[in-house]
């Protein structure tokens, strides 16, 4: 066991995974394993803890720290317990201890890593959105790309989709896509064994879109480019003509083309598909989180057509998302 504070990381390139003894961590690292498995990487695990101090007397303005040895045995016997299970599955292990917020300790360990992998404790609800501090404050501070497992997720669960409100309007597999105007929602569709990422105005430059391309390539599975346009009526200021629906529609889908032919250029041997959808982004990606294999999202949006995907679109998918949900920082 090692103490971060006097010692260097054994591998700069290591997976980080946060370790605190609950489920989700748990499950975190089960899906970190088969990742360092695939990229040939180490497992750095972590464990944070936090020290309270009283005060020695109500006049007196010094503190007395609290005896932290059974706290630290605690961490350190859930630590070396995760490490047992790394090695079992033949994957070098490493494992730190450091004192401080869970989150910060994290982001300065993702200084020197290629992944972090975290559990999520979201259930939906007002008590998803909070979803914790570490899932939420680590993809959006985080050096390195993280992966936010769903505490309840299983590689071989059964899943089904989920009716949705955003309806598909152009695929590159079907073309103008039809449907029936009848009913509030629509039949969700199904990304099993897909890796689905959502792209905004970056298009074929996006972060996101060049991390779903590396993961799909590296598991044999097809990718799914996905993006969002909304033209549904928000005031008065703005009412969308026919001419501005054919506008939006094409500048989707010639970014969503361009960033397909970006992808088979570099990977010629991956399957690309795309779906341009009209609705709300943080629908489309949950939705399509309730079958894929890995969803990959984007830090922020930026500029571009209606409709942009991510920015507060991550914060709000991650909480509801049913699928190991990567989050690549879009850098300003």
Known sequence: MTDRSDSQVADPQAIVVGIDGSNASRNALRFAIGEAQSLGRSIRLVGAYTVPSVAAATIDVSYVPIDDSAVRAAVTATLKEAAAEVKAADVPVEAVIEIGDAAGVLVEESKEASLAVVGSRGKGGFAGRLLGTVSSALPAHSACPTIVVPVNWSPDAERFPGPSSSRPVWSSVDGEITVSDEGETVPGADYSGQVVVGVDALGK??????????????????LHIQAVITTTVIGPEWIPSTGDLERLIAEGTDKLEAARAAVRERHPELEVRWTLFDG????????????????????????????????????????????????????R
């Open 280 to 331: 709300q982004p943080a629908e489309v990606l949950v939705r399509a989180s309730d079958t894929c294999d890995i969803l990959v999202i984007g830090s922020r949006g930026r500029g571009g057509f209606a409709g942009l995907l991510l920015g507060s679109t991550s914060q709000s998918v991650l909480p509801y998302s049913a699928a190991p949900t990567m989050v690549v920082r879009v850098k």
């Open 205 to 222: 430059e996006s972060p996101a879109l060049w991390g779903a391309a590396d993961i799909a390539h590296r598991r044999g599975t097809p």
